[in-house]
């Protein structure tokens, strides 16, 4: 059995490692920011809520989050563990989780915590780029389509998402330092906390996560 929390800033890549780990452990991923988009773009009624805090960086409310994971929890795949990805945000989300796995008879093996250099990350968030046609990714710098503002794929327009401009970024780490962060500590406190330094590519950050989670 494994059940995994993966914490991080904004752009440290959760993303990524999140779909190793869970294929690693044969369990769910569960990305709380892409279950709110997919109601954003299916404009569902929590996806209306939801669009506004997400697009200016803000988190959406916590009581919307627990309905949104309640049901998630309880869909038959995270009988063999799940792997949340985004998801606790806030101590109160942390507070509720416990809640419901207590109820439930269960316990968290892991909380991974993967750590960056915030510089780093803003570079690397702010050069971020997607194509509006075929969702291609993009970075200005490391990974520039060859015509500027071109998709290499299918021509369709290279755009910057309302949530990766500097602003919206700047934002993110604000609420991410000041909501986020003190996960750290209330995690520590159980035992369970992994950190990870994040460095190298995302295989190395890979494998660094799975020695510790082995050790
Ligand atoms: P990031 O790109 O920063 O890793 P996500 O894809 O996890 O972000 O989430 C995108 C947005 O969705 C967040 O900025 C926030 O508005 C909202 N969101 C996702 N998960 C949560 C959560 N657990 N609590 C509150 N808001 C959330
Ligand atoms: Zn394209």
């Known amino acids: 059995m494994a059940r995994f929390i993966l914490l991080g800033p904004p752009g440290a890549g959760k993303g990524t490692q999140s779909v190793m780990i869970a294929e690693q452990y044969n369990i769910p991923h569960i990305s709380t920011g892409d279950i709110l988009r997919a109601n954003v773009k299916a ?98 710098v490391n990974m520039p389509p060859k015509k500027e503002g071109v998709c290499d794929l299918c021509g369709g327009e290279v755009y910057q998402r309302a949530d990766d401009t500097e602003e919206t970024v700047k934002n993110r780490f604000k609420v991410y330092n000041e909501q986020t962060l003190p996960l750290t500590d209330y995690y520590a406190r159980t035992g369970k906390l992994v950190p990870i330094e994040s460095a ?9 996560i799975i020695r510790e989670l082995e050790a």
């Open 43 to 140: 404009e569902t009624p929590l996806g209306v809520l939801a669009k506004g805090y997400m697009d200016r960086g803000e988190l959406v409310p916590d009581s919307l989050i627990m309905d949104l994971v309640k049901d998630r929890l309880a869909e038959p795949d995270c009988e063999k563990g799940f792997l949340f990805d985004g998801f606790p945000r806030t101590v109160p989300q942390a507070e509720a989780l416990d809640a419901i796995l207590a109820d439930a008879g269960i316990e968290l093996d892991a909380v991974i915590d993967i750590r960056v250099d915030e510089d780093e990350l803003l570079k690397r968030m702010t050069g971020r780029r997607v194509c509006r046609q075929c969702g291609a990714p993009y970075h200005i």
């Open 200 to 208: 190298g590519g995302p295989k190395d950050v890979f494998e660094a």
